[in-house]
């Protein structure tokens, strides 16, 4: 091999980035919203109301309670949703009918309630994908089949698992340039800002794209699953087990050794809903229960279940790693629940998957993960420009034109810019599209691609010097008016969010105005004379001599 270890490592750290930069571009932007989802479909929701200052739990759990009684007295179970949390203003019941003769399950109803009278609320929500559409949209792309699409962002999270080690090993002064930055030095301003975003994150990077591949790790190496369990059956239960031994492998149970079944016929007064809220608080802390479960109530039998609505672990599995509290629910007392067996690999994957989605993370914590997770897309932003202004620079001087340079471009300009764009489109549909419209949801998924599409048809037809500072300001206005769209088209506007105390909605309008901020700095940098293109910085002569 004549070249050394370290520029082989170079070598495959800027290919194996450039290949795939754009489709992880895509993978990183989208999935930052996972961190901020419930804010952002409560943004979407203009009509459910606003998140301020919310009643006693104990009286909200009064109201409740009585309505229940009136409604589904002779239920199967009821289910009550505290407001509270991440997005959520909303006071919920739910009840499960008892089933009717010929069917194995009764229907399911719901409401949403008044907090402060306890009467039910109506109002059309809009269909809308939300934030969690855009989250999930990083795992499964969205034209695609989802088994497809999680195959190509695993082979693409490989590559950029590839891309970060090469490029520590590449990287020979990695903490002197920690400090060094210089701008206004053409592709040397673009090698420091890269550089500099991919130390200060990552640690970040390493256990994003490490967990997200952990994610899916029997869909992209089913081989020995395949094996040993053949049937799918034992496929689910072999997960749902923690990663251990299915039944069909394990030892039988002795039902004989089981209590006898509790008869659920005879009536039998609720005990009270109150002290078993306060002994959940005193635990978890106030405000801390997230909903309530009561499995026969009014009967013989009766188990009342209290849900906190945080994790604090990192393990996340679902609801089996949330604590529970369960209580008889005829005389009151504590019942100890049967600790979940799992098993160690089932351990450390809930554990990968909960810093996956920081479903640990209080708001600060979070507000930190979309910092680390909006740094990896501008690394890969910067990864992408610096390639196109080193290739530049070379042609600049031999006046020679490449179609492979030009194709980057393109598809830098189209993506850096364009996904941005799309973005903001998908919450102009969210307000401009009619309510009651069917398919609501689908045409604003719709909207990001066919942004991002004219984007790309831009980014063609116009000269990229031009093209640049342009699509910055189209991307600029997008992004800043969005507050006067939503004051125009709602009654949910950053007057009426501040006024109110609903800090996410004036959150996501400031977050909006900021990044149009953000790209009015990006557009006049373009259109100056040291402005910032796909080809990197780089002067007049050697735009003209190549543009």
């Known amino acids: 091999m004549k070249e050394g270890f370290r520029q082989s490592m170079a070598w495959l750290h800027t290919w194996t980035g450039l290949l795939v930069g754009w489709l992880l571009f895509f993978v990183f932007l989208t999935g930052t919203f996972g961190y901020v989802n419930a804010e952002v479909s409560h943004w979407m929701q203009p009509e459910e109301p606003m998140i301020t200052a919310l009643p006693p739990a104990a009286d909200l759990l009064t109201k409740a309670e009585a309505r229940l009684i009136l409604q589904a007295a002779d239920a199967e179970s009821w289910s009550i949703i505290l407001p509270g949390g991440r997005g959520s203003q909303e006071l919920q019941i739910r009840w499960r009918e008892r089933p009717s003769a ?93 550089n500099l975003l991919g130390v200060t994150s990552l640690p970040f990077f390493l256990m994003i794209t490490w967990s997200g591949l952990i994610f899916y790790m029997f869909a992209y190496l089913p081989a020995g699953l395949n094996t040993l369990y053949p049937d799918r059956a034992a496929h689910e239960e072999f997960r749902e087990y923690g990663y251990g031994i299915p039944a069909a492998k394990r030892a039988p149970v002795d039902h004989a050794l089981e209590p006898p079944a509790i008869s659920m016929s005879q009536q039998a007064p609720l005990a009270p809903l109150a002290p078993m809220l306060a002994d959940a608080e005193a635990r978890w802390g106030a405000g801390k229960v997230g909903a309530l479960m009561i499995e026969h109530p009014g009967r013989v039998g009766a188990r009342v279940s209290l849900q906190s609505r945080e994790t604090p672990t990192l393990g996340r599995q679902g609801r089996r790693d949330t604590p529970l509290l369960h209580f008889d629910g005829v005389t009151g007392g504590s019942i100890e629940a049967e600790p979940h067996r799992e098993m160690w690999p089932g351990r450390f994957n809930a554990v990968m998957l909960g810093l996956h989605e920081a479903s640990f993370a209080g708001p600060i914590l979070r507000l930190l993960f979309v910092g680390a997770g909006l740094a990896g897309t501008a690394m890969i932003a910067t990864g992408l420009l610096l390639w196109s202004a080193k290739r530049r620079a070379k042609l600049a001087r031999s006046g020679r034109p490449h179609a492979g340079l030009i194709l980057v471009d393109t598809l830098n300009l189209g993506t850096i810019i364009g996904l941005p764009i799309g973005i903001a489109a998908y919450f102009w549909a969210n307000r401009l599209l009619p309510v009651g419209m069917e398919d609501r949801a689908a045409w604003e998924m719709h909207s990001i691609f066919m942004a991002w599409g004219c984007a790309f048809v831009f980014a063609l037809w116009r000269s990229k010097a031009r093209a640049w500072p342009e699509l910055c300001w189209f991307a600029a206005g997008a992004w800043g008016l969005i507050p006067v769209l939503n004051a125009l088209t709602t009654d949910r506007h950053l007057g009426a969010s501040v006024r109110g105390g609903d800090w996410i909605l004036a959150g996501f309008d400031l977050s909006a105005f900021v990044t149009g901020l953000f790209f009015v700095l990006l557009a006049r940098k373009a259109a100056s004379g040291t402005r910032v293109q796909a080809e990197g910085r780089v002067d007049r002569r050697s735009i003209e001599a190549v543009a």
Request: aromatic fraction near 12%.
């Open 102 to 194: 010929g069917s194995a399950r009764g229907e399911t109803r719901s409401e949403t309630l008044d907090l402060m009278n306890g009467k039910p609320v109506e109002y059309e929500v809009r269909e809308t994908g939300g934030g969690f559409t855009l989250y999930w949209m990083h795992f499964f792309l969205h034209y695609v089949p989802q088994d497809v699409g999680i195959q190509i962002v695993g082979a693409c999270s490989m590559m950029m698992l590839v891309a970060i080690l090469t490029g520590i090993v590449a990287h020979r002064r990695i903490f002197r340039d920690f400090f060094t930055f210089r701008p206004g030095k053409g592709q040397r301003s673009w090698l420091d800002a890269h």
